[in-house]
């Protein structure tokens, strides 16, 4: 009886103490689980509810979502359950290894602003774009037409224009003057009557004005074969004066500025590349704060301390899941997406598990894309590696460059887009190479080329180009990445359009030459049939003269010699 007194208060004290426990058991589990949790994610952590199995050794986690401590509201993923199976011993050493894991209902970045802007997107060296604006001007400036005034031919011709107005109206005038003064001797002469002794006077007068007129006659002459002969050395100085009309035009229409193909894939390239750079920055940001390495200072159990391993004894990290299923869904560039994957040794000392962390998502429908994250180190140490794969992922219509200068319009395609970085701390590099196989583009100049068949001819050129490679180096942080890109866009535009525009400027060269030879020739004839219809005036007025000034002097010695 004694017994029974004894043992039954014990019994009921047992009882209570088992109640209690199957009571609490779950919400303690649930405190310790959210602690352990913001813990090791080094983020708020929170679950809706718990579900144990102490007998299976597995977890239940359901309504799991991970924000940022600083901004609550900053959602960085959710998921509606989580199922843990745990390693029963290693439980028993205070360790905690998942053995496997699975989580599905997994969302992240849905509904987050994940897209790169333009205009914030990280740049590079803005010099070559200043190049490429410098070569619109000058392209622009070389097109201009000469001014043909401020040729040397046309300078030359102007002056020799008014040269030889002068000097024919000089020589017109000198032969009309003489042979008046010779028709007014004859008339003077003849008025004088037949008294030669009451006109002896005037008659010995006009034998000197004969010799002076003869004397003029002839210096008419001579004026005009000195006419013809400087008509040729003018001519000669008019042909050295086209001449160097070409040494004017080689200079200014010499060769063509070549297009910068660097500062071409930069001024095309780079807004629509750095903007992609700058979603995967953010991507890679939200990735590392969703899904941190914590630091070495992490602790899931125990107490503070010195662990000594002892010889034999293998050493175990305090937290280690060997491999975590993902079903979920996730956003990219707008697009909603169901994600499938695998992460494996996700633990907070990967020094004792002798692994990094691997992460492996891939989308199973819309567009294909596989990301693949290796996770090492803690703290400042940490390396991750992020490698991004969408073989077939569709680019919508998109403009190129700028519409107020150059600009590449691109059709709908399918794409090929890789991208690789490793981050180390704050620190980032990597390539991101970008292929469009079969591409249908359209270029557009008509702001930098004022003349609409010349646009049209650059632009049928430029749009030949019919596939787009493109490679970015991506250096600098994650915040602040520098950008440095090469495609075959710029090589291939530029090569395209220097051989349109050396064309182009040469037909312009040797058509406006001709146009100012053919201006010279034109005014060259004119002068010289006017010289030779003065010179031809000249010599009639020389012979006419001749022959009235022998008339005047036969007649003159008629009347003297008459008695």
Same mark, same amino acid.
């Given at each position: 009886m004694r017994r029974w007194k004894y043992l039954v208060p014990r019994m009921l004290l047992l009882a209570a103490f088992v109640l209690f426990l199957l009571a609490a058991f779950e919400p303690i589990v649930h405190w310790s689980v959210e602690r352990s949790g913001e813990s090791l994610l080094g983020q708020r952590f929170e679950i809706g509810q718990v579900t144990t199995s102490l007998r299976e050794a597995e977890l239940l986690l359901a309504d799991i979502t991970v924000a940022d401590p600083a901004n609550p509201k900053q959602i960085l993923f959710t998921a509606e359950q989580l199922h843990l199976q745990f390693d029963g011993p290693a439980l028993r050493r205070q360790r905690v290894i998942v053995k496997h894991g699975q989580l599905d209902g997994f969302q992240i970045g849905v509904g987050a602003d994940l897209t790169g802007d333009a205009s914030t997107a990280a740049r590079g060296?803005?010099?070559?774009?200043?190049?490429?604006?410098?070569?619109?001007?000058?392209?622009?400036?070389?097109?201009?037409?000469?001014?043909?005034?401020?040729?040397?031919?046309?300078?030359?011709? #102007?002056?020799?224009?008014? &040269?030889?107005?002068?000097?024919? /109206?000089?020589?017109?005038?000198?032969?009309? &003057?003489?042979?008046?003064? %010779?028709?007014?001797?004859?008339?003077?002469?003849?008025?004088?009557g037949d008294n030669p002794l009451r006109n002896l006077e005037s008659y010995q007068e006009a034998i000197a004005n004969l010799e002076t007129l003869r004397n003029d006659l002839h210096e008419v002459h001579a004026q005009a074969?000195?006419?013809g002969q400087q008509l040729a050395m003018d001519k000669e100085s008019l042909g050295v004066a086209v001449a160097r009309d070409r040494a004017?035009?080689?200079?200014?229409?010499?060769?063509?500025?070549?297009?910068?193909?660097?500062?071409?894939?930069? *001024?095309?390239?780079?807004?629509?590349? #750095?903007?992609?750079?700058?979603?995967?920055?953010?991507?890679?940001?939200?990735?590392?704060?969703?899904?941190?390495?914590?630091?070495?200072? #992490?602790?899931?159990? &125990?107490?503070?301390?010195?662990? =000594?391993? *002892?010889?034999? =004894?293998?050493?175990?990290?305090?937290?280690? %899941?060997?491999?975590?299923?993902?079903?979920?869904?996730?956003? *990219?560039?707008?697009?909603?997406?169901?994600?499938? &994957?695998?992460?494996?040794? !996700?633990?907070?000392?990967?020094?004792?598990?002798?692994?990094?962390?691997?992460?492996?998502?891939?989308?199973?429908?819309?567009?294909?894309?596989?990301?693949?994250?290796?996770?090492?180190?803690?703290? /400042?140490?940490?390396? @991750?590696?992020?490698?991004? @794969?969408?073989?077939? !992922?569709?680019?919508?219509?998109?403009?190129?460059?700028?519409?107020?200068?150059? #600009? %590449?319009? %691109?059709?709908?395609?399918?794409?090929?887009?890789?991208?690789? *970085?490793?981050?180390?701390?704050?620190?980032?590099?990597?390539?991101?190479?970008?292929?469009?196989?079969? =591409?249908?583009?359209?270029?557009?100049?008509?702001?930098?080329?004022?003349?609409?068949?010349?646009?049209?001819?650059?632009?049928?050129?430029?749009?030949?180009?019919?596939?787009?490679?493109?490679?970015?180096?991506?250096?600098g942080t994650i915040d602040e990445p520098a950008l440095a890109v090469e495609s075959n866009l710029g090589k291939d535009i530029a090569a395209a359009v220097d051989v349109v525009l050396q064309q182009e400027i040469e037909r312009r060269r040797t058509a406006q030459l001709a146009s100012v030879q053919d201006a010279v020739h034109q005014a060259w004839q004119q002068i010289e049939l006017q010289l030779n219809d003065v010179q031809q005036s000249a010599l009639a007025l020389y012979e006419q003269g001749t022959a009235d000034i022998e008339r005047v002097t036969e007649y003159i010695a008629v009347r003297v010699q008459s008695p």
């Open positions: 060296e803005p010099d070559p774009l200043n190049r490429s604006a410098r070569w619109f001007d000058m392209i622009a400036d070389q097109l201009a037409p000469i001014d043909q005034a401020q040729l040397p031919s046309t300078i030359l011709l #102007s002056r020799l224009v008014s &040269g030889w107005q002068a000097e024919r /109206d000089r020589l017109e005038s000198q032969a009309t &003057g003489v042979n008046e003064r %010779v028709q007014r001797l004859r008339l003077y002469l003849e008025e004088a074969n000195r006419l004017v035009a080689d200079e200014r229409y010499g060769e063509v500025p070549t297009l910068d193909p660097a500062a071409l894939d930069e *001024f095309l390239m780079m807004p629509e590349l #750095s903007r992609q750079i700058d979603t995967l920055m953010r991507w890679v940001a939200w990735g590392r704060g969703a899904i941190p390495v914590p630091s070495v200072n #992490s602790r899931i159990l &125990g107490s503070s301390g010195r662990n =000594v391993v *002892f010889r034999g =004894v293998t050493p175990e990290p305090r937290m280690l %899941v060997e491999t975590l299923v993902i079903n979920g869904q996730g956003e *990219f560039a707008g697009q909603r997406m169901s994600l499938q &994957g695998v992460a494996k040794n !996700l633990t907070n000392d990967h020094e004792l598990v002798g692994l990094p962390t691997e992460i492996t998502v891939q989308a199973i429908d819309g567009p294909t894309m596989l990301v693949h994250a290796i996770l090492q180190g803690q703290g /400042d140490s940490r390396q @991750d590696r992020y490698t991004i @794969d969408c073989p077939s !992922l569709r680019q919508p219509a998109r403009i190129l460059g700028d519409p107020g200068q150059l #600009s %590449v319009a %691109v059709a709908p395609a399918e794409s090929h887009v890789w991208a690789r *970085f490793d981050v180390r701390g704050p620190n980032v590099e990597g390539d991101l190479i970008f292929k469009q196989p079969k =591409v249908q583009m359209s270029t557009s100049l008509r702001h930098v080329i004022d003349d609409p068949a010349l646009a049209h001819l650059v632009a049928n050129a430029a749009s030949r180009v019919d596939r787009l490679v493109a490679t970015v180096r991506v250096s």
